[in-house]
């Protein structure tokens, strides 16, 4: 009998899923194409390797012939994104024959959507700030947030930044099949399955909706009597001649914990512009949903796009944000509604954020429902799979 296999590799803190999907040819044979999404993980502490790439596409390359039918990045964080370059690097190349990235990664988006261009403004600033305040004072978090979030810096900020990894996957499939695609997005001819049923519930096509009205950005300079540049060095690490030293502290700490809570703001509309893709093959309907948050499944529901699933991926590496409590029994219902087993898949790591993931209530929610696979479970770098007979 065949199967669809879903694959997920423990990458540390990220995603890298391979689907592999029998279809019927017309001359009555099966052909097995391959859905690969995303390969990346976060800048931090052992969550991060990127050594583990080569060994995870090189299993991939050997899985699909060195080319995956399709290629989705889901959004642009760096945990999603850095995979691909880093094994090519390595000498492992993968190609594709399509490519699906996220519709805010096109190159010109930000030029056609101006009410998006304009809160993208204010968030590239409070990044800067953030990068400023991490070459005065070290901030592991911080650090880590920025990074994740470094397409918004400008060349050279970090050396390699997020858009230097979307850059490479912009190229990995022919440029004209590869496409930047959202819930608007008509299908039809950019992807290469005829069996399987592929939705794209998510993003929206204008992403403003996914940002939430931020204060002015000012730095900790802006805030200060004016100084010349020799009494005001690189980061503000001491006050400036002639300001009292207990009212510059008091400041610098406002404005860093402004900035940390306006980061968490682009970490999170950032995750909002995840693709969220639903995929039926033979009677089984599987979701696979980024990191996406609430802000994002809020319009799926209120669209009337979330139908009970017999597989979801759980979101945002089984954080609570990923989760829309309230929505859960649209996803997966009490029981299933046609008896067919259901899983859950979690990608993710310990130790890279205080409540990701989220074991007492998330990932015990799913497991109250259905299968819970956790790639914790594994090796770094070995891979489950779940299977679904058709």
Request: include cysteine.
């Given at each position: 009998?065949?199967?669809?296999?879903?694959?997920?590799?423990?990458?540390?803190?990220?995603?890298?899923?391979?689907?592999?999907?029998p279809e019927?040819?017309?001359?009555?044979?099966?052909?097995?194409?391959?859905?690969?999404?995303?390969?990346?993980?976060?800048?931090?502490?052992?969550?991060?390797?990127?050594?583990?790439?080569?060994?995870?596409?090189?299993?991939?390359?050997?899985?699909?012939?060195?080319?995956?039918?399709?290629?989705?990045?889901?959004?642009?964080?760096?945990?999603?994104?850095?995979?691909?370059?880093?094994?090519?690097?390595?000498?492992?190349?993968?190609?594709?024959?399509?490519?699906w990235?996220?519709?805010?990664?096109?190159?010109?988006?930000?030029?056609?959507?101006p009410?998006?261009?304009?809160?993208?403004?204010?968030l590239?600033?409070?990044?800067?700030?953030?990068?400023?305040?991490?070459?005065?004072?070290?901030?592991?978090?911080?650090?880590?947030?920025?990074?994740?979030?470094?397409?918004?810096?400008?060349?050279?900020?970090?050396?390699?930044?997020?858009?230097?990894?979307?850059?490479?996957l912009?190229?990995?499939?022919?440029e004209?099949?590869?496409?930047?695609?959202?819930?608007?997005?008509?299908?039809v001819?950019?992807?290469?399955?005829?069996?399987?049923?592929?939705?794209?519930?998510?993003?929206?096509?204008?992403?403003?909706?996914?940002?939430?009205?931020?204060?002015?950005?000012?730095?900790?300079?802006?805030?200060?009597?004016?100084?010349?540049?020799?009494?005001?060095?690189?980061?503000?690490?001491?006050p400036?001649?002639?300001?009292?030293?207990?009212?510059?502290?008091?400041l610098?700490?406002?404005?860093?914990?402004?900035?940390?809570?306006?980061?968490?703001?682009?970490?999170?509309?950032?995750?909002?512009?995840?693709?969220?893709?639903?995929?039926?093959?033979?009677?089984?309907?599987?979701?696979?949903?980024?990191?996406?948050?609430?802000?994002?499944?809020?319009?799926?529901?209120?669209?009337?796009?979330?139908?009970?699933?017999?597989?979801?991926?759980?979101?945002?590496?089984?954080?609570?944000?990923?989760t829309?409590?309230?929505?859960?029994?649209?996803?997966?219902?009490?029981?299933?509604?046609d008896?067919?087993?259901?899983?859950?898949?979690v990608?993710?790591?310990?130790?890279?954020?205080?409540?990701?993931?989220d074991?007492?209530?998330?990932?015990?929610?799913?497991s109250?429902?259905?299968t819970?696979?956790?790639?914790?479970?594994?090796?770094?770098?070995?891979?489950?799979?779940?299977?679904?007979?058709?």
């Open positions: 009998m065949s199967e669809l296999v879903v694959r997920s590799y423990n990458v540390g803190f990220g995603d890298a899923i391979l689907v592999s999907i019927a040819t017309n001359a009555g044979a099966e052909e097995t194409r391959h859905l690969l999404i995303d390969v990346g993980n976060l800048l931090a502490g052992d969550g991060n390797d990127d050594k583990v790439f080569t060994g995870v596409v090189q299993d991939i390359s050997d899985r699909t012939g060195g080319t995956v039918d399709l290629y989705l990045m889901t959004h642009e964080h760096l945990d999603h994104v850095q995979g691909l370059l880093a094994a090519e690097r390595a000498g492992v190349e993968l190609a594709a024959r399509h490519a990235l996220t519709g805010s990664a096109h190159p010109a988006y930000y030029e056609t959507h009410e998006a261009k304009e809160k993208m403004r204010t590239q600033l409070s990044l800067a700030e953030a990068h400023r305040m991490l070459q005065a004072e070290p901030d592991p978090w911080l650090e880590m947030m920025v990074r994740n979030n470094s397409a918004m810096l400008p060349p050279g900020a970090l050396g390699l930044r997020t858009s230097d990894y979307v850059d490479h912009r190229g990995i499939a022919p004209d099949q590869t496409h930047y695609v959202d819930n608007t997005t008509d299908i001819g950019k992807h290469p399955f005829h069996e399987a049923v592929l939705r794209i519930l998510a993003p929206e096509e204008d992403t403003s909706s996914y940002y939430r009205k931020l204060g002015p950005t000012h730095t900790t300079a802006d805030e200060l009597p004016a100084a010349g540049a020799a009494e005001a060095p690189a980061g503000l690490s001491v400036p001649v002639g300001v009292d030293p207990g009212a510059f502290y008091d610098q700490a406002s404005r860093r914990k402004s900035t940390r809570r306006q980061i968490m703001e682009i970490d999170k509309a950032n995750n909002n512009t995840s693709v969220v893709l639903e995929l039926e093959w033979r009677g089984w309907r599987l979701l696979f949903a980024g990191d996406a948050e609430l802000g994002s499944w809020k319009l799926m529901h209120e669209q009337n796009l979330i139908k009970p699933v017999h597989f979801v991926k759980v979101s945002h590496h089984g954080s609570h944000n990923g829309y409590d309230e929505l859960f029994d649209e996803l997966m219902p009490a029981e299933s509604p008896g067919r087993e259901r899983h859950a898949l990608s993710t790591h310990d130790g890279d954020w205080d409540s990701v993931p074991t007492d209530g998330t990932l015990s929610l799913y109250s429902r259905c819970l696979h956790d790639t914790r479970a594994l090796a770094h770098g070995a891979f489950l799979e779940i299977r679904f007979p058709g």
